[in-house]
């Protein structure tokens, strides 16, 4: 028969290790730092905590900062929609007088809208120029209006005959530079303009926004046009 003060002894040994490891358990819980409130504690700043001040050596260090991780956009290699640069586009074609750029007149209308083709540009200024005895004219100029459409522009060009041979002795045409400039936009260019006795040459521009702090003069967007070609078919 067992002894029952025994096995009673032994019953109370076993609580009494199962309270202590579980005492132990909850007192290193409670304990045991809460990372909240050590945050809480380490974010009070004493009475005599100085501050640094602000100075303007900080202003130019966070501008070069932001300057280098946010440059400004190279628009050099924009060069085209129409034609390919070479070199002999950034020579202008020379008239040696007025009389030069004939008697004729041919036209040059233009129309202007945003670079994503959503909407006019009103107000745009438009100016056609040519080079003429070794000076840059202003042959025309105008606004566009609420539609984005500048008026049409009358320009001198050569004889109507000369372009109705296939291999003509003189050319038939007249090269002019059109510019356009509006608020809020990087200027444009469109290079040698082929303009024919009687015909309307028609140019589309899509103007590119101005990012933040650079100005419309900082750069232009230029167009270079192919000239037409007059060679003589297969027989």
């Given at each position: 028969?067992?002894?029952?003060?025994?096995?009673?002894?032994?019953?109370?040994?076993?609580?009494?290790?199962?309270?202590?490891?579980?005492?132990?358990?909850?007192?290193?819980?409670?304990?045991?730092?809460?990372?909240?409130?050590?945050?809480?504690?380490?974010t009070?700043?004493?009475?005599?905590t100085?501050?640094?001040?602000?100075?303007?050596?900080?202003s130019?260090?966070?501008?070069?900062?932001?300057?280098?991780?946010?440059?400004?956009?190279d628009?050099?290699?924009?060069?085209?929609?129409?034609?390919?640069?070479?070199?002999?586009?950034?020579?202008p074609?020379?008239?040696?007088?007025?009389?030069?750029?004939?008697?004729?007149?041919?036209?040059?209308?233009?129309?202007?809208?945003?670079?994503?083709d959503?909407?006019?540009?009103?107000?745009?200024?438009?100016?056609?120029?040519?080079?003429?005895?070794?000076?840059?004219?202003?042959?025309?100029?105008?606004?566009?209006?609420?539609?984005?459409?500048?008026p049409?522009?009358?320009?001198?060009?050569?004889?109507?005959?000369?372009?109705?041979?296939?291999s003509?002795?003189?050319?038939p045409?007249?090269?002019?530079?059109?510019?356009?400039?509006?608020?809020?936009?990087?200027?444009?260019?469109?290079?040698?303009?082929?303009?024919?006795?009687?015909?309307?040459s028609?140019?589309n521009?899509?103007?590119?926004?101005?990012?933040?702090?650079?100005?419309s003069?900082d750069?232009?967007?230029?167009y270079?046009?192919?000239?037409?070609?007059?060679?003589?078919?297969?027989?």
């Amino acid at each position: 028969m067992p002894n029952g003060n025994l096995d009673t002894e032994k019953y109370k040994q076993e609580l009494m290790r199962l309270y202590s490891r579980s005492t132990s358990a909850e007192e290193k819980q409670v304990t045991q730092p809460v990372p909240e409130e050590i945050n809480d504690t380490d974010t009070e700043a004493p009475d005599d905590t100085v501050y640094a001040e602000h100075t303007e050596e900080d202003s130019n260090g966070a501008e070069e900062d932001y300057n280098s991780r946010f440059p400004e956009p190279d628009l050099s290699e924009l060069d085209t929609d129409f034609g390919t640069h070479s070199a002999e586009d950034d020579v202008p074609p020379v008239y040696d007088s007025d009389e030069l750029l004939g008697t004729e007149r041919g036209y040059i209308l233009v129309n202007v809208r945003t670079g994503d083709d959503s909407s006019a540009v009103a107000g745009a200024f438009i100016s056609v120029t040519a080079i003429v005895d070794g000076k840059r004219l202003v042959l025309a100029s105008g606004v566009t209006d609420e539609s984005g459409v500048s008026p049409k522009f009358s320009l001198p060009v050569p004889d109507r005959e000369y372009s109705q041979e296939p291999s003509p002795e003189e050319r038939p045409y007249n090269l002019f530079d059109v510019s356009v400039s509006a608020e809020g936009f990087f200027r444009a260019r469109s290079v040698d303009v082929p303009v024919f006795s009687g015909i309307t040459s028609v140019q589309n521009f899509n103007l590119i926004p101005l990012p933040l702090m650079m100005n419309s003069s900082d750069e232009t967007v230029t167009y270079y046009n192919a000239e037409p070609s007059f060679g003589g078919g297969k027989e």
